[in-house]
């Protein structure tokens, strides 16, 4: 299987190598015999090769023009870390999709007021941020049957489903691939 995976501000060290909280699962898509090619986004564009990985490092302002033009290339789009670019570009492309949610995009601005008094203004950024992002998110949540949908844990899940107004039982899948 061809596996197109998304991770916003995705880091190489100076050895090339993946984050290791990504490690894990790209490993074992890998050692499946799946052929993975993870994009994000970098000031500078570039891509490179390791090991059997494929890292594509795109400007954030041509994500969504990117994946228009590549996502038929591959059986499904994996993402960790959703954006409202990513809602968008689902909102009008409906591919098979996992969207893997970890909190910081998921959850609602309202979680980060104990933050006000330390940096107010990345607390009014997360207020924008969210307004626009639930919009497309709960849109793909509610019109897109090719998405599954599979939180880090039970805890996220009912915070999702809180934060969003939305149930999302149905929706949830653990069995991925």
């Known amino acids: 299987m061809k596996i197109l ?6 880091q190489a060290n100076s050895y090339k190598h993946h984050p290791s909280f990504l490690s894990a699962r790209v490993k074992g898509y890998l050692d ?3 052929d993975v090619t993870i994009v ?6 570039y ?3 390791y090991k059997k990985l494929k890292i ?6 041509d994500l969504y023009e990117f994946l228009k033009v590549n996502y038929s290339r591959f059986d499904i789009f994996v993402v960790h870390f959703i954006t409202f670019r990513i809602c968008k570009f689902l909102k009008n492309y409906p591919i098979k999709t996992i969207i893997f949610f970890h909190g910081t995009e998921s959850i609602s601005a309202r979680r980060y007021f104990f933050d006000f ?6 607390l009014l950024k997360k207020i924008i941020y969210n307004f626009i992002h639930f919009y497309y998110l ?3 949540i509610k019109n897109n049957h090719n998405i599954k949908f599979v939180p880090v844990s039970k805890w996220m899940k009912e915070t999702i489903e809180e ?3 939305l149930k999302l039982k149905k929706k949830f899948d653990k069995n991925y691939f």
């Open 5 to 10: 995976l998304y991770c916003p501000n995705f």
């Open 32 to 34: 499946k015999g799946h």
């Open 40 to 45: 994000s986004h970098d000031v500078e564009v």
């Open 47 to 49: 891509d490179f090769n």
């Open 56 to 61: 594509i490092k795109i400007k954030k302002s």
């Open 117 to 122: 008094r330390i940096r107010p203004y990345y």
């Open 138 to 140: 709960k849109k793909i």
């Open 163 to 165: 934060d969003l107004n």
